[in-house]
């Protein structure tokens, strides 16, 4: 795991326009390490299912974005 897990909250919070989460990484230091980001609609504490996100390649960037429209 590059980060540690991220929880935006709380959790049923809508945004009138999708608003950007930039979140640091080092995966640009090891060029063998992918990067994901995963997502969860679950209750915390639940059994969580998790929803990979599609993310433009940037590793050089040291950071990832995600446009989100909802926690």
Known sequence: MLSPLVMC???G??????????????????PSLGISV?????????QTDWD???LPSNAA???????VDHF
């Open 38 to 46: 995963k997502a969860t609609d679950s209750e915390k504490n639940l």
């Open 9 to 11: 909250g709380p959790q």
């Open 13 to 30: 919070t809508e945004f009138l326009q999708p608003v950007t989460l930039n979140i640091p990484h080092c995966a640009g230091r090891t």
């Open 52 to 54: 990979n996100i599609e």
């Open 61 to 67: 960037a040291h950071t990832v974005s995600v446009k």
